[in-house]
């Protein structure tokens, strides 16, 4: 589990090669990352349609508030390598992980006429409640696996907030998985909702 899209890979090409060598023995593919590489023209001439699945993470639309909990790609960047693979036929999702309303601009998120998202929520230890500010943390009540989680009305009035045509809700808190699961994913078997192709 990690970005495998750092700034390093401009040096050492590992995913790059990675791809070539998937694409290579039909092997399908889920990248997770928060830079906008993949959409770059050299990326984009290696991924295979019917093998790649692209998740694009942002937490807040604002370039200047990420970049004091983030060190990635400016988000208005991130955003056009969604559109720019959306575009070009690929399976590719934003996805909002985690999703903090405080941190989120709705609207705009609406407007920006993307089609899939992945949406994750936070959780909470005393380490993230450093790490963002401004977060009404009293909210997080639900204890589970070490950490505090929103209730589950909570996180569907969140939920009701992104007009994205096709959500799925990935979840930690078991009661709050199987309600995701059974009422809302698109496929109860994948909760990141990856395109399946037919052959």
Not at 13 to 40: D, F, H, W
Not at 156 to 173: A, F, L, M, N, S
């Amino acid at each position: 589990m990690t970005d495998c899209f750092q700034p390093c890979e401009l040096q050492y090409r590992t995913t790059y090669q990675a791809i070539q060598e998937m694409n290579l023995c039909r092997v399908g593919y889920l990248i997770v990352t928060k830079s906008a590489l993949p959409s770059s023209p050299e990326y984009l001439a290696i991924l295979d349609k019917d093998l790649a699945h692209i998740q694009i993470t942002v937490t807040c639309l604002d370039d200047e508030r990420t970049a004091q909990y983030e060190k990635a790609s400016p988000p208005s960047q991130r955003i056009r390598a969604i559109q720019t693979l959306q575009a070009a036929g690929y399976d590719a999702a934003i996805r909002l992980s985690p999703i903090i309303e405080e941190y989120m601009d709705f609207d705009v998120l609406n407007s920006l006429e993307i089609e899939k998202c992945v949406i994750e929520f936070l959780r909470v230890n005393a380490w993230i409640k450093k790490w963002f500010q401004g977060v009404d943390f009293s909210k997080y009540i639900v204890r589970q696996g070490g950490y505090c989680h929103l209730p589950l009305e909570e996180k569907q009035r969140i939920i009701e907030k992104i007009h994205i045509p096709q959500k799925t809700i990935c979840e930690d808190v078991t009661e709050h998985y199987q309600f995701w699961r059974d009422f809302v994913n698109p496929d109860k078997e994948d909760c990141c909702n990856l395109r399946k192709h037919h052959h």
